[in-house]
């Protein structure tokens, strides 16, 4: 008789998920970005805004919830109603370095959230003022060891992909390029612009359009292979860094509990609309190729990525208080 009762809950409830999946959405689904509006992930969000709404016949409303490293924004979706009506753009800094970084932080990226999709792969490039006469990483390496008081590194701030990156380089050959922390990513290339600080590792696409003025002149990327946009620049592995692989990434995330079935449907929707080549031309320009894929996958990368990018924080020493 249990086992009877314990199958027909089993059924019932296999068939109000299932259920709630036929029917999703019907009501508008709450798009929140842990960071303030303006930036490069606030950027994706409106950009993939008014597909999903066409899509889906309901309104989407980007809620920004910026503050802490994107922690603030981060957590309150975390314990936010896993019905598939909150979503995340979760960057790899919440998601893969905070909880390493800061003493604590209001959610648990390995446990709070159901992935969705990964949506985006941005490559770096190790650029320098042009007063930096090096003109390629065997150069650059030999002037930072053999006048280390000559270069130091500008970045967005303290756990940036910009600050890491720069980190996994000094790791890996050696170095001692001192770290300037700005916060945001934009007055820290003013100021590599300015020659004020003579070297950055940064979002290609935030500095492409300088390097292909001459304004700042590429090293390396800091991607496995090479990118499209400037294919004459080597990867930092290549370049004789073996294995050297960073890039900064971004993907959709659920509440942990959010039925399988609704995350599927998302998933289904967002790489429909990463197929249209339309919008891919869109993306591509803010300088990221289009990624896509399932929810296992990018839970994978989320896993992998946390484990290597906490070694770079503790390696290097980095904390937030």
């Known amino acids: 008789m249990l086992k009877k009762v314990l199958l027909a809950t089993l059924f019932m409830t296999q068939a109000l998920v299932a259920g709630a999946a036929d029917v999703y959405p019907s009501k508008p689904i709450r798009f929140v970005v842990p960071y303030p509006p303006g930036g490069p992930t606030d950027a994706m969000a409106r950009l993939i805004q008014g597909p999903l709404q066409a899509k889906f016949k309901v309104p989407v409303i980007i809620d920004n919830r910026g503050g802490a490293g994107g922690n603030i924004g981060t957590g309150m979706v975390a314990k936010s109603t896993a ?7 979760a960057a790899s800094g919440p998601m893969a370095v905070n909880k390493t970084l800061y003493k604590s932080i209001p959610f648990d990226p390995d446990k709070d959230f159901a992935p969705v999709i990964q949506i985006s792969a941005f490559p770096l490039v190790l650029e320098v003022h042009p007063s930096v006469t090096v003109k390629n990483v065997k150069q650059f390496i030999a002037m930072a060891k053999e006048q280390p008081d000559m270069l130091s590194f500008a970045s967005a701030g303290n756990g940036t992909p910009q600050h890491l990156a720069g980190e996994l380089f000094n790791t890996a050959v050696g170095t001692k390029l001192q770290h300037v922390p700005y ?7 003013n100021d590599v612009l300015g020659g004020h600080v003579k070297v950055m590792f ?11 003025t001459g304004k700042l002149h590429p090293i390396a990327v ?18 004789g860094l073996s ?6 990434w971004h993907g959709i995330v659920a509440p ?3 039925p399988k079935p609704v995350v599927m449907r998302l998933n289904q929707a967002l790489n429909e609309i990463f197929a249209d080549p339309a919008f891919r031309k869109k993306w591509e ?6 990624v896509g894929g399932t929810p296992e996958a990018f839970g994978t990368l989320m ?18 208080d």
Not at 183 to 189: E, F, M, Q, S, T
Not at 202 to 212: C, E, N, P, T
Not at 222 to 239: F, G, I, K, W
Not at 243 to 248: A, E, L, M, S, V
Request: charge should be neutral.
């Open 256 to 258: 942990a509990a959010t």
């Open 202 to 212: 940064d979002i290609l696409g935030s500095s492409v359009q300088y390097i292909k």
């Open 285 to 290: 320009e803010l300088g990221t190729p289009v």
């Open 83 to 89: 019905d598939g009506y909150t979503i995340l753009l």
């Open 222 to 239: 800091t991607t496995a292979t090479r990118v499209p946009s400037l294919p004459d620049v080597p990867t930092l592995a290549e370049s």
């Open 183 to 189: 916060k945001g990513a934009g007055p820290a290339l």
């Open 303 to 320: 896993r992998t990525e946390s484990v290597k990018l906490g070694k770079v924080v503790k390696d290097a020493g980095v904390t937030v």
């Open 243 to 248: 294995g050297y692989n960073f890039t900064g």
